[in-house]
């Protein structure tokens, strides 16, 4: 989503035209996003705001991966939860129970109203034998003010206090592309990915065994594009080099 069909809230060169041109032709796609702070429905409308339509059951977020990933590891199981809506909307509707009594998980997920109770709470259930769970492994997110310290960073104060690393869902891990393609019932041979980070999109895209391409409209450029031991099958300068004339 972010870099590929908007940034910072504006459509990116192509964006609305190519998701119009999809869905005319009846081409399966899901909108992928790292960031488990909001909703289906709230990111649907913040694309809308941007011009771009996309229905919210297109939308897979890591937040909605991670309750996949929990439902069915454990399925009806108990979690204490440090995030917002995106986070608990998902787990809720996984049949999941969020409680701080006897939880099987600790989840983190993107929020910008981290305490000091939660972060004491969560380190102290980890220590008690909750596992540990994290929407995405990402240190930094954006903001129009400068970076904001997200679920990475928090994962990492929470493991160093506890000695244990958390299992990361989000981006790069490939899961979160082999969830996607189980939701539309896609199969990797015939799938693209399209992002705009070599580390996690290009890198779980490679591990998730399906066609990657990068467009250089969000943070790579062909200096970032070189520092790595792997590359996309292909590089476009936006989504608009995959609209059809
Ligand atoms: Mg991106």
Redesign the pocket.
């Known amino acids: 989503?972010?870099?590929?069909l908007v940034w910072e809230s504006q459509a990116l060169p192509g964006a609305g035209e190519l998701i119009e041109q999809w869905k005319s032709r009846g081409q399966r796609f899901l909108v992928l996003?790292?960031n488990s702070m909001f909703t289906p429905r709230d990111l649907s409308a913040r694309l809308h705001q941007a011009g771009i339509q996309v229905p919210e059951d297109l939308i897979w977020t890591s937040a909605l991966a991670t309750a996949r990933f929990l439902q069915t590891q454990r399925p009806g199981g108990r979690a204490y939860v440090i995030g917002e809506s995106g986070l608990t909307t998902a787990l809720h509707e996984a049949g999941y129970i969020l409680t701080d009594i006897d939880p099987d998980y600790v989840v983190l997920g993107e929020t910008r109203y981290y305490s000091f109770e939660a972060i004491t709470k969560a380190i102290r259930l980890v220590l008690g034998g909750a596992r540990l769970i994290a929407t995405n492994p990402d240190a930094t997110g954006p903001s129009a003010e400068g970076p904001v310290p997200s679920t990475g960073a928090i994962g990492a104060l929470i493991s160093k206090a506890t000695g244990f690393e958390p299992y990361w869902v989000g981006k790069p891990n490939p899961m979160m592309f082999r969830l996607a393609m189980s939701k539309v019932g896609a199969h990797s041979e015939t799938t693209g990915m399209i992002?705009?980070?070599m580390n996690?999109?290009v890198i779980a895209g490679i591990e998730a065994g399906v066609h990657t391409v990068l467009v250089r409209t969000?943070?790579s450029d062909d200096a970032e594009i070189a520092k790595y031991p792997f590359r996309p099958n292909e590089i476009l300068d936006s989504v608009r080099d995959l609209l059809d004339q």
């Open positions: 989503m972010d870099g590929v996003t790292n992002g705009d980070r996690t999109d969000g943070i």
